[in-house]
């Protein structure tokens, strides 16, 4: 129902720190606590967002994922005009909506704790947004049950949120924000607060629900599961800057740098210490006395960007390295802990003074087991393995 446009969005919070007074040590001998920040600090004060572009298109469900502290709440609150934009242009359907309040923008929001009011009954909450806004009875009641039904609360319409579990709550919260039928839907780490199995189960409830409602979607989390389990697109943020943007079949396989290599995929990438070497006419990765010729389409970037033979950083994927008893062409490891995980067993490996984590099918290993302190050998798959340098954390082939 709504595209949203932001760009260079700015969000700059006045640095204050000099106007409080010092605190005295407890004791002589205990040392003063330092904090420290990554985010950039100017004179102007502490830079939370930092030239913040996207376009999001109708219907579309964007996913803001990054570390505490990276920006993704504050860009959403500048989106719901909770919070003030210091610099840049939010667009709401091509009008420029900087200066309009919050009311005025035709969205809605979900908080983390919920926000219901405790005193009213679940359909009451559903209620409140509407009759504000001074909808007809009937179209209340018409809106409050298809929000129900859908969010399958209607047994609970008569409840007090106190009398409701956590995620029977948020399914509340939920339902309170769509019946409004708003252009734009913001969710700020809803699921947070729910157990495993609950957020297994809501972030398929949210997956029925996008495809039920007009509406786009820009959702807040900071678990890459839930990234990659429902945005259409991902907008991987640190220390208030995007990282990559992109689907979530894309930040997997071509992350533009270490950080999201490590940030998304559980468990993360593994980080190894080689070279990038020319063979052959053709470039090659060599880690201890292993040596991978990346794929062609590897090849074929690599030479587009004109890079030389370098160290590197190589990064390679817990269930893209492949085991193998060929020692002296091979990458030696040794077996800490051996974890069956059903369907596959989870290996950590000490490599080189290095931890690292093997996925190993357990179709493959036809009775074979993995005892503590045991030496294995492996290799990486040829196009599944990235190459960063060392200095930048950018990868090599973008």
């Known amino acids: 129902m709504a595209t949203v446009t932001l760009k260079h969005i700015q969000k700059i919070y006045p640095n204050t720190e000099a106007e409080k007074p010092k605190k005295k040590k407890k004791a002589e001998d205990e040392p003063a606590e330092e904090k420290t920040y990554k985010l950039k600090v100017t004179d102007e004060g502490v830079v939370a967002v930092d030239d913040f572009n996207l376009d999001i298109q109708d219907k579309e469900f964007i996913v803001l994922v990054g570390?505490?502290?990276?920006?993704?709440?504050?860009?959403?609150?500048?989106?719901?005009?909770?919070?003030?934009?210091?610099?840049?242009?939010?667009?709401?359907?091509?009008?420029?909506?900087?200066?309009?309040?919050?009311?005025?923008?035709?969205?809605?929001?979900?908080?983390?704790?919920?926000?219901?009011?405790?005193?009213?009954?679940?359909?009451?909450?559903?209620?409140?947004?509407?009759?504000?806004?001074?909808?007809?009875?009937?179209?209340?009641?018409?809106?409050?049950k298809d929000a129900a039904e859908i969010l399958g609360i209607t047994q609970y319409l008569e409840r007090k949120p106190k009398a409701l579990s956590g995620g029977q709550r948020q399914r509340v919260a939920i339902g309170r924000a769509i019946v409004r039928e708003p252009k734009v839907l913001l969710m700020d780490e809803p699921l947070s607060?729910?157990?495993?199995?609950?957020?297994?189960?809501?972030?398929?409830?949210?997956?029925?629900?996008?495809?039920?409602?007009?509406?786009?979607?820009?959702?807040?989390?900071?678990?890459?599961?839930?990234?990659?389990?429902?945005?259409?697109?991902?907008?991987?943020?640190?220390?208030?800057?995007?990282?990559?943007?992109?689907?979530?079949?894309?930040v997997f396989n071509a992350p533009v740098n270490t950080f999201v290599a490590g940030f998304i995929g559980m468990p993360q990438t593994n980080m190894f210490e080689g070279r990038l070497i020319k063979k052959d006419g053709k470039y090659a990765v060599q880690v201890h006395d292993a040596v991978i010729i990346p794929s062609e389409?590897?090849?074929?970037?690599?030479k587009a960007h004109n890079v030389r033979e370098q160290d590197i950083i190589v990064g390679a994927r817990p269930e893209h390295i492949t085991l193998d008893e060929v020692p002296g062409a091979m990458i030696p490891g040794t077996v800490d802990v051996?974890?069956?995980?059903?369907?596959?067993?989870?290996?950590?490996?000490?490599?080189?003074?290095?931890?690292?984590?093997?996925?190993?099918?357990?179709?493959?290993?036809?009775?074979?087991?993995?005892?503590?302190?045991?030496?294995?050998?492996?290799?990486?798959?040829?196009?599944?393995?990235?190459?960063?340098?060392?200095?930048?954390?950018?990868?090599?082939?973008?």
């Open 67 to 144: 570390p505490s502290g990276c920006g993704k709440s504050t860009t959403l609150r500048m989106v719901a005009g909770l919070e003030e934009i210091t610099r840049g242009e939010l667009y709401i359907d091509d009008k420029l909506v900087n200066d309009v309040a919050p009311k005025d923008r035709d969205i809605a929001m979900v908080f983390q704790n919920y926000a219901l009011y405790p005193h009213m009954t679940v359909r009451e909450n559903l209620e409140f947004p509407l009759k504000l806004r001074k909808v007809p009875k009937d179209e209340i009641n018409q809106r409050v």
């Open 193 to 250: 607060n729910l157990d495993a199995k609950l957020r297994n189960q809501m972030r398929a409830e949210i997956i029925k629900l996008r495809n039920r409602i007009n509406t786009t979607f820009i959702y807040v989390t900071h678990d890459q599961t839930e990234a990659m389990t429902l945005g259409d697109r991902i907008v991987i943020m640190k220390d208030g800057e995007v990282q990559q943007i992109g689907t979530p079949q894309e």
């Open 297 to 302: 389409e590897k090849q074929k970037n690599l």
């Open 338 to 398: 051996s974890e069956m995980m059903g369907s596959s067993v989870h290996l950590h490996i000490n490599a080189d003074g290095k931890d690292c984590i093997i996925i190993v099918p357990t179709l493959d290993l036809d009775g074979e087991t993995f005892r503590t302190g045991s030496t294995i050998h492996f290799t990486f798959a040829p196009n599944a393995v990235h190459m960063f340098d060392p200095a930048t954390g950018k990868n090599l082939e973008f």
